[in-house]
C-alpha cells in the first residue's frame, strides 16, 4: 500500500539552531514528491518539488533532498517565522495521474 | 490571478441539513482536488477531476457526499444529509499538468462544523 509517513510529528527548536524533518515513502513509480508549508488557518503552501533521487533544492533557510526511499528538509538557522507545519506529499502512479498522498505533517515551532 | 478560491470560509450547519461547498480553480488549470483535514486524519484526499471529469472518487467517505464539476472554472463539493462527523476544514487545490513542476496550489479551506 502507498504510504508516506513524517517524523517527528512536533519539533521545537530554538532560534538558529540547526534540524532535519523526514518523509518517509513507500510507492509504486514516484512521479514527484512535493513539500509544503501549513501556517494555522490557512492552506497549505507550496515550497519544493523533487522528481529523482540525488536531487536538491533551496529556498532561503530551507533545503530539501531525495533519496529513493526518503526526502529531507533541512532549516538552517532557523527564525521563529519559520514555524508551521510542515507537509510531504507524493504522486505516484504508471500513468500521468494527478493524485497526492499527504504525510501527517510535522509540526514546528522556533523560539526567540 | 487570486489563486483557488472557496466559499464560505466557515459553516456551521445543524446535523441533517445539507450543505454545499465551492471552489474557483486557477485559471488555465486541468485538475482539481477536494481534501478533508482532520487531526486525526491529517489531509485525505476525497476525490479529483482531470479536465472537468472526475477520475477517483475512492477517498469519499459516503455516499452522502457528491462533487460536481460543470465548467472548468467552478466545482462544489456537497454532504446530504450532514453529521457532526464531518466536521472538518475542506480544500480544494487545482494544478496544470502540461508544466514541469505540476504542485498543486490551495485554496484557504472551509471550516465545517456540523453540530
Known amino acids: 500500500e502507498d504510504q508516506v509517513t513524517q517524523s517527528p510529528e512536533a519539533l521545537r527548536l530554538q532560534e538558529g539552531e540547526s534540524s532535519s524533518l523526514n518523509c518517509s515513502y513507500t510507492v509504486s513509480g514516484l512521479r514527484g514528491l512535493f513539500w509544503y508549508r501549513q501556517d494555522p488557518g490557512k492552506g497549505p503552501e507550496f515550497l519544493f518539488t523533487l522528481y529523482s533521487a540525488g536531487e536538491e533544492k533551496e529556498k532561503e533557510r530551507l533545503k530539501a533532498t531525495l533519496t529513493k526511499k526518503e526526502s529531507f528538509l533541512h532549516i538552517t538557522a532557523p527564525k521563529p517565522e519559520d514555524s508551521a507545519t510542515y507537509l510531504c506529499a507524493v504522486r505516484h502512479g504508471s500513468s500521468n495521474t494527478g493524485k497526492l498522498i499527504f504525510g501527517q505533517g510535522t509540526t514546528l515551532q522556533v523560539k526567540p | 490571478d487570486a489563486g483557488v478560491i472557496q466559499s464560505p470560509r466557515h459553516e456551521v450547519t445543524e446535523m441533517g441539513q445539507e450543505v454545499t461547498l465551492r471552489c474557483k480553480p486557477i485559471?488555465?488549470?486541468?485538475?482539481l482536488f477536494w481534501y478533508r483535514q482532520t487531526m486525526m486524519r491529517g489531509l485525505e484526499l476525497l476525490i479529483y477531476f482531470n479536465n472537468n471529469v472526475p477520475i477517483d472518487d475512492s477517498g469519499m467517505p459516503e455516499d452522502r457526499f457528491s462533487a460536481k464539476m460543470p465548467n472548468a472554472s467552478f466545482s462544489t463539493l456537497k454532504i446530504q444529509p450532514s453529521e457532526p462527523r464531518d466536521s472538518a476544514v475542506y480544500f480544494c487545490?487545482?494544478?496544470?499538468?502540461?508544466?514541469?513542476?505540476?504542485?498543486?496550489?490551495f485554496g484557504q479551506g472551509t471550516r465545517l462544523t456540523v453540530v
Open positions: 487545490a487545482s494544478s496544470f499538468q502540461g508544466a514541469p513542476g505540476t504542485e498543486a496550489f
Open positions: 485559471s488555465g488549470h486541468d485538475y
